[in-house]
């Protein structure tokens, strides 16, 4: 994930949800194993930072683009079985 995400930031430092989310699949994880939060604030701002999770067994591979670095961390799986709080597509 972390080098998917590193080519995506290098080419668009804030990349779009739908466009993250496309290319990690693109990638070869599964669509139902990716959340992705939001990149434009509900006033239609650009947020500081786009997240991306790969639910794998029972971790999470999370992943940031804050200003076109990437940051990547392994977590577990929530009790939801979902990696992220609230809402993410």
């Given at each position: 994930?972390?080098?998917?995400l590193?080519?995506?930031?290098?080419?668009?430092?804030?990349p779009?949800?739908?466009?993250?989310?496309?290319?990690l699949?693109?990638?070869?994880?599964?669509?139902?194993?990716?959340?992705?939060s939001?990149?434009?604030?509900p006033?239609?701002?650009?947020?500081?930072?786009?997240?991306?999770?790969?639910?794998?067994?029972?971790?999470?591979?999370?992943?940031?683009?804050r200003?076109g670095?990437?940051?990547?961390?392994v977590?577990?799986?929530?009790?939801?079985?979902?990696?992220?709080?609230?809402?993410?597509?």
């Open positions: 994930m972390e080098s998917v590193k080519t995506i930031a290098a080419a668009t430092p804030k779009a949800q739908d466009a993250l989310r496309s290319q699949v693109s990638a070869g994880i599964a669509d139902s194993a990716v959340e992705v939001a990149s434009k604030t006033t239609g701002l650009d947020v500081d930072a786009i997240e991306a999770a790969a639910r794998l067994d029972k971790d999470c591979v999370m992943g940031e683009i200003d670095q990437v940051s990547v961390s977590l577990p799986v929530l009790a939801s079985g979902k990696c992220f709080v609230g809402d993410s597509r």
